[in-house]
T-cell receptor, first 114, second 111 residues
Framework: DAGVTQSPTHLIKTRGQQVTLRCSPI?????VSWYQQVLGQGPQFIFQ???????GRGNFPDRFSARQFPNYSSELNVNALLLGDSALYLC?????????????FGDGTRLSIL | QKEVEQDPGPLSVPEGAIVSLNCTYS??????FMWYRQYSRKGPELLMY????GNKEDGRFTAQVDKSSKYISLFIRDSQPSDSATYLC???????????FGQGTELSVKP
């Protein structure tokens, strides 16, 4: 069975541009979460979506937005890119949004801002 | 103070050694505890997932949770060079799916 898939794997942008990252969850999983991982640090929570509704938001500016589609795939959008947005962006999926539900991660999109 | 503290290492051990990795936390609302392994340029891979205090064993891996001390551990027996990776502890409460991660410990197992 396919795991969590993310695209693209690498992306290079310049300051001020906008970017869209995509995620397909494990088949049957209805919840998708997004995390940002800066080099040398653990992942930081950005958003969680379940059944197309936002169920949680981390401490990130409004430049970050996301949505979930009827097939449970998800997009993360980042506007007005800053140098500090350079990071590995990880998507994780789980069966449900809370409780005893482990999250499984994709290999991420590596975003570099020049 | 961070909610989850984890020594970043690096930790270097000889092949066959027993490895002990640890995290402490401050939020008593955390109920679920995880260990992920992350190879370079890859996403975190779920190794162990526990709910209550006590031990959970899976092959060469043992996860230990002590909620009274707010302390979790991962033990790796008979460590192999293929275990060389960054190990991340993570935890969450009952509400929602937000995972709080430690900084990660970089482990190197030398042949």
């Amino acid at each position: 069975d396919a795991g969590v898939t993310q695209s693209p794997t690498h992306l290079i942008k310049t300051r001020g541009q906008q970017v869209t990252l995509r995620c397909s969850p494990i088949s049957g999983h209805k919840s998708v979460s997004w995390y940002q991982q800066v080099l040398g640090q653990g992942p930081q929570f950005i958003f969680q979506y379940y059944e197309k509704e936002e169920r949680g938001r981390g401490n990130f500016p409004d430049r970050f937005s996301a949505r979930q589609f009827p097939n449970y795939s998800s997009e993360l959008n980042v506007n007005a890119l800053l140098l500090g947005d350079s990071a590995l962006y990880l998507c994780a999926s789980s069966l449900a949004w809370a409780g005893d539900q482990p999250q499984h991660f994709g290999d991420g999109t590596r975003l570099s801002i020049l | 103070q961070k909610e989850v503290e984890q020594d970043p290492g690096p930790l270097s051990v000889p092949e066959g050694a027993i490895v002990s990795l640890n995290c402490t936390y401050s939020n008593s609302a955390f109920q679920y505890f995880m260990w992920y392994r992350q190879y370079s340029r890859k996403g975190p891979e779920l190794l162990m997932y526990t709910y209550s205090s006590g031990n959970k064993e899976d092959g060469r891996f043992t996860a230990q949770v002590d909620k009274s001390s707010k302390y979790i551990s991962l033990f790796i027996r008979d460590s192999q060079p293929s275990d060389s990776a960054t190990y991340l502890c993570a935890m969450k409460g009952n509400q929602g799916g937000k995972l709080i991660f430690g900084q990660g410990t970089e482990l190197s197992v030398k042949p």
